[in-house]
T-cell receptor
Framework: KQEVTQIPAALSVPEGENLVLNCSFT??????LQWFRQDPGKGLTSLLL?????REQTSGRLNASLDKSSGRSTLYIAASQPGDSATYLC????????????FGTGTRLLVSP | DVKVTQSSRYLVKRTGEKVFLECVQD?????MFWYRQDPGLGLRLIYF???????EKGDIPEGYSVSREKKERFSLILESASTNQTSMYLC????????????????FGAGSRLTVL
């Protein structure tokens, strides 16, 4: 059974720092991996989706990488801002099963001014 | 702007009540999902649907049922609410892109926080 782990559970950094969030999964047979952002009390917003054949995806200050063989993904945030404060979740779509995503428990990020 | 709308942001119900959570999407998506989110457990899939009147159990369907009478609407039903169903419920939708497609970006609603007393 696919399991997704995110470490650390919480992270606090000063504004301007570059930071890396980690996601690991137990079964490398995946179709894709997706990073989401969740603001307190809100739904999830998709940030980046990496197909299994890709190594990375970039959107603005965000860069997500995927190493399928080792079961790892990282989300790199450059020049962090207070507006980046949120919970970041990763989710994998396993190689079997109908479009069902398996989510990690998230990393809660606080960027202080 | 495309949207997934959950009708109730906050609900308070009593044990044993029947509870309906409604979700509507305006993107003509085939797939719709209901998740619950609990601290330390992350998001867990309750039910999903890939077509009108079609439904499939997710990982934790016990105590829940769903209804999809129209393509745009997917309802989650708690037949007899219990305190352990206190949670944040999230609805999501995605376009049908085939079982083997890797491109399945989910669009989520804002969530419905249910408290069962």
């Amino acid at each position: 059974k696919q399991e997704v782990t995110q470490i650390p559970a919480a992270l606090s950094v000063p504004e301007g720092e570059n930071l890396v969030l980690n996601c690991s999964f137990t079964d490398s047979a995946i179709y894709n991996l997706q990073w989401f952002r969740q603001d307190p009390g809100k739904g999830l917003t998709s940030l980046l989706l990496i197909q299994s054949s890709q190594r990375e995806q970039t959107s603005g200050r965000l860069n997500a990488s995927l190493d399928k063989s080792s079961g790892r993904s990282t989300l790199y945030i450059a020049a962090s801002q207070p507006g980046d404060s949120a919970t970041y979740l990763c989710a994998v779509r396993p190689g079997t099963g109908f479009q069902k995503l398996v989510f990690g428990t998230g990393t809660r990020l606080l960027v202080s001014p | 702007d495309v949207k997934v709308t959950q009708s109730s942001r906050y609900l308070v119900k009593r044990t044993g009540e029947k509870v309906f959570l409604e979700c509507v999407q305006d993107m003509d998506h085939e797939n719709m999902f209901w998740y619950r989110q609990d601290p330390g457990l992350g998001l867990r899939l309750i039910y999903f649907s890939y077509d009108v009147k079609m439904k499939e159990k997710g990982d934790i369907p016990e105590g829940y049922s769903v209804s999809r009478e129209k393509k745009e609407r997917f309802s989650l039903i708690l037949e007899s609410a219990s305190t352990n169903q206190t949670s944040m419920y999230l609805c999501a939708s995605s376009p049908w892109q085939g079982l083997l497609s890797g491109a399945n970006v989910l669009t989520f609603g804002a969530g419905s926080r249910l408290t069962v007393l």
